[in-house]
């Protein structure tokens, strides 16, 4: 689904910074890489994005109620 917009650790915005996370990691960077790029520095706040699973396009496949 949506990536969280804050971290549920210690409260940081983070949700602003997904998609140019997405972009680097699709472009081939490592994504300790693109971590220290955005800034992201808090291990709490990566383990978000690292354990988050993109199910829209998936969920996009079923028709509403």
């Given at each position: 689904m949506l990536?969280?917009?804050?971290?549920?650790s210690c409260g940081?915005?983070?949700?602003d910074k997904y998609e140019q996370y997405k972009t680097l990691?699709?472009?081939?960077?490592n994504p300790v890489e693109a971590f220290?790029?955005?800034g992201v520095e808090r291990y709490c706040c990566r383990r978000m994005?690292?354990?988050?699973?993109?199910l829209?396009?998936?969920?996009?496949?079923y028709?509403?109620?």
């Open positions: 990536p969280a917009i804050r971290c549920f940081k915005p983070i949700g990691t699709n472009a081939g960077k220290e790029e955005l994005w690292l354990g988050h699973t993109d829209a396009e998936e969920i996009k496949k028709p509403r109620f």
